[in-house]
């Protein structure tokens, strides 16, 4: 499993250094990566994530059209602001997603770690729809998001995917910065 999880950590790689960059050339690394990953948590008796690279597969469809449709005239995405509801929508999600999931994989399965998987399962479920959306608020649970998983994947040994997300982390914020550099200009271009 050790190829397709530094195949998997490398394609990673390239779709999170193009979605901070805004380019919708994500996706296709993103989708290859997510079908990969599948295997390697499935592997490492990690349920909620592997399920949840099912749900990625389908939301990154959903963004890779989203995204063609939002981009500006530079061809690159423009980002929006999710706003003080949709926080409240997104907060109640994930801990919803948490509870729930954590609950039925320690209840019903020999999951590893079946809090912090479910953590890291409903958060990642709540960024990538928000940032298939174009949400700036996505980077904020993604940095929630890395630095959770980490600490496990390192408890796991998957080693190569904890130094992937240790990546993502700074990736993460980086494409906040970022974003927020893209919205503040077009606040001033608009002004």
């Known amino acids: 499993m050790a190829w397709t999880e530094l195949i998997a950590a490398a394609l990673g ?24 990953y599948g295997f390697v948590f499935y592997d490492a008796r990690l349920y909620s994530d592997t399920i949840l690279q099912g749900y990625f597969f389908a939301v990154q469809l959903f963004g890779w059209w989203y995204w ?9 995405v423009r980002p929006e602001i999710l706003g003080t509801k949709g926080w409240f929508v997104a907060a109640g999600a ?36 928000l940032q298939s959306a174009r949400k700036i608020e996505s980077w904020m649970l993604w940095i929630a998001v890395d ?23 700074g990736m993460s914020v980086a494409g906040l910065i970022a974003w927020r550099r893209q919205l503040q200009h077009e606040v001033v271009v608009q002004a």
């Open 13 to 36: 790689l390239v779709n999170v250094w193009l979605v901070v960059r805004r380019s919708v050339w994500n996706y296709p690394f993103g989708l290859a990566m997510v079908t990969l």
């Open 68 to 76: 063609l449709k939002g981009r500006g005239d530079d061809g690159l």
């Open 147 to 169: 630095i959770v998983a980490v600490g496990v994947y390192a408890w796991k040994g998957l080693y190569p995917t904890t130094a992937l997300y240790a990546i993502f982390l």
């Open 94 to 129: 994930t801990v919803a997603g948490t509870v729930a999931t954590g609950w039925f994989f320690a209840t019903y399965t020999n999951a590893a770690a079946p809090w912090f998987d479910a953590f890291i399962a409903a958060a990642s479920v709540t960024a990538q729809t």
